[in-house]
């Protein structure tokens, strides 16, 4: 092999090629974890909202997650909210359940 392909195989092609792969790694990775640490974010806030869904004024069920900061991540900010109870029945709704 000619000195001019070994400089164009070793010093361009395979520099150029471990870069994409090693950026493909990196996507998918960093990927994972974001949905992994999105994922742990929604257990806690539905773990909070289990515990403390009858805390409010009276008794009454109240939502959390209306001021989570979860909330703006989802991507929907608006997204109705209802709460029912063990028989089916409906006990809450968020503003936005009802306006819709």
């Known amino acids: 092999m000619?000195?001019?392909r070994r400089l164009l195989l070793f010093g361009v092609a395979l520099p150029?090629?471990?870069i994409v792969a090693a950026g493909i790694?990196?996507?998918v990775?960093?990927?994972r974890e974001m949905l992994e640490g999105l994922d742990r974010s929604l257990r806690a806030q539905a773990?909070?909202?289990?515990?403390?869904?009858?805390?409010?004024?009276?008794?009454?069920?109240?939502?959390?997650a209306i001021q989570s900061p979860l909330r703006a991540v989802l991507g929907n900010p608006?997204?109705?909210?209802?709460?029912?109870?063990?028989?089916?029945?409906?006990?809450s709704k968020s503003a936005s359940a009802r306006a819709a």
């Open 78 to 91: 608006d997204a109705a909210i209802a709460a029912y109870g063990p028989d089916g029945a409906l006990l």
């Open 29 to 31: 990775v960093l990927g």
């Open 47 to 64: 773990a909070a909202e289990s515990v403390s869904l009858f805390d409010g004024p009276d008794g009454r069920v109240h939502f959390h």
């Open 16 to 18: 150029v090629a471990l």
């Open 2 to 4: 000619r000195l001019e």
């Open 25 to 27: 790694g990196v996507d």
